[in-house]
C-alpha cells in the first residue's frame, strides 16, 4: 500500500502556470513509473503525463509543449510543471505510483478568466 499526497493546484487565468507535486510514502519496494491523471467534471478520468524510473516520458497530445513530468526518486516525489494553462486543463489532478492500486485525494486547478 502506497499513499500519495498531492498539492499544488490552485487557480490562474488562462496562460498562467502552476507546479503541481505529489509525495508518496508508505511500503514502496522498488521505483515504479509515476504519472498524472485529471478528471474534469462529468468526464472520465484521463492520463495527463508519465515517467518511467530512468526518467522517460510521455504526454497526452493535449498536453505536449505546455507540461513537463519530473521527479525526485531519493523522495518518491513527482511534478508536473505546467505552462500556457487553458480553461479545459481544468480539473481535479490526481498522481498514480504504478505497480499500486492506491489514489490520493487529488488536487484542483481551475483556469478561468
Known amino acids: 500500500q502506497v499513499q500519495l499526497a498531492e498539492s499544488g493546484g490552485g487557480s490562474v487565468q488562462p496562460g498562467g502556470s502552476l507546479r503541481l507535486s505529489c509525495a508518496a510514502s508508505?511500503?514502496?519496494?522498488?521505483?515504479?513509473?509515476m504519472g498524472w491523471y485529471r478528471q474534469a467534471p462529468g468526464e472520465q478520468r484521463e492520463l495527463v503525463a508519465v515517467?518511467?524510473?530512468?526518467?522517460?516520458?510521455n504526454y497526452a497530445d493535449s498536453v505536449k509543449g505546455r507540461f513537463t513530468i519530473s521527479r525526485e526518486n531519493a523522495k518518491n516525489t513527482v511534478y508536473l510543471q505546467m505552462n500556457s494553462l487553458k480553461p479545459t486543463d481544468t480539473a481535479v489532478y490526481y498522481c498514480?505510483?504504478?505497480?499500486?492500486?492506491?489514489w490520493g485525494q487529488g488536487t484542483q486547478v481551475t483556469v478561468s478568466s
Open positions: 508508505g511500503s514502496i519496494s522498488s521505483l515504479y513509473a
Open positions: 515517467i518511467s524510473s530512468g526518467g522517460s516520458t
Open positions: 498514480k505510483m504504478f505497480g499500486y492500486d492506491d
